[in-house]
């Protein structure tokens, strides 16, 4: 066991890159150093109940390098890293990418995952909170942020709460709040990139189908879309109001 600990986070690998260059043994060790060299006491590997070839390649490794972690299934994800475990997810499947982008909190979590392809929300989510990419070690780019007009920031955070209370932005007064926002704002020349607006909405803590749906907003209004919404949610001088927020980003 390595003398050297890193601090927690969000890392992730992924695996195509490796094999596709014949590096899995490669891949497991990263993986491994990641577990050997964690923070945290409790430590767990998390696999599907029906093992897939590649699980049956990985999990020998880790084991072998790390024989004091748990094992467990890809279900006990949140509750693992929750209960403050060092956990890796190996190659989890739509409906556990989904509870992790919805119920981990990524500001406590140390959770390495190892991503298949075209599991874009999860990966969204991932880039969002600036996680780590083995093996380099290099942080997600985050300039998303700073790309966004502070005025956009602070508007699109007022539906966050909103939602909390409302159950998201497909129906009701979250639907109202977040539609009303965006044309406002598109009304008074503020531009920005969809993809940038979806990665802030993942870091302010929006779930991820109504990340997927705040994109489909976007596009409606942009291509003057008509878009139901009920009464007027937002006051005569929100935009005024904003603006004064913004100055203090």
């Known amino acids: 066991m390595t ?10 690998l992924s695996w195509n890159e490796w094999a596709a260059m ?4 490669s891949a497991v060790g990263f993986l491994a150093n990641w577990l050997e060299t964690s923070p945290r006491p409790d430590k767990s590997i998390l696999v599907s109940p029906k093992s897939s070839e590649v699980e049956e390649q990985t999990l020998p490794g880790l084991l072998a390098c790390c024989p004091d972690a748990e094992t467990e299934y890809l279900s006990q994800t949140v509750s693992k890293v929750a209960a403050g475990h060092s956990v890796i997810a190996l190659y989890p499947e ?19 995952i190892t991503l298949w392809p075209g599991f874009d929300q999860l990966e969204m989510w991932l880039e969002a909170h600036g996680a780590i990419q083995l093996p380099s070690g290099m942080p997600a780019d985050t300039s998303f942020i700073e790309r966004l007009d502070p005025v956009v920031r602070v508007a699109i955070a007022r539906p966050h709460d909103v939602m909390s209370e409302h159950g998201g932005i497909r129906n009701g007064r979250g639907k109202d709040e977040i539609v009303q926002t965006l044309r406002l704002l598109h009304k008074n020349g503020y531009t920005y990139r969809r993809h ?9 803590g929006y779930r991820q189908r109504d990340v997927e749906q705040l994109g489909t907003y976007v596009d409606s209004i942009r291509e003057n879309r008509r878009l139901q919404t009920g009464p007027d949610r937002l006051r005569p001088d929100i935009l005024d109001l904003w603006k004064s927020e913004a100055e203090d980003l």
């Open 196 to 204: 940038d607006l979806q990665l802030f909405a993942y870091r302010l």
């Open 94 to 112: 739509e409906k556990i990418a989904e509870s992790i982008v919805d119920r981990v909190d990524p500001t406590t979590a140390d959770l390495c």
């Open 22 to 25: 014949g590096e899995q043994r």
């Open 3 to 12: 003398d050297f600990t890193r601090e927690p986070g969000l890392y992730y």
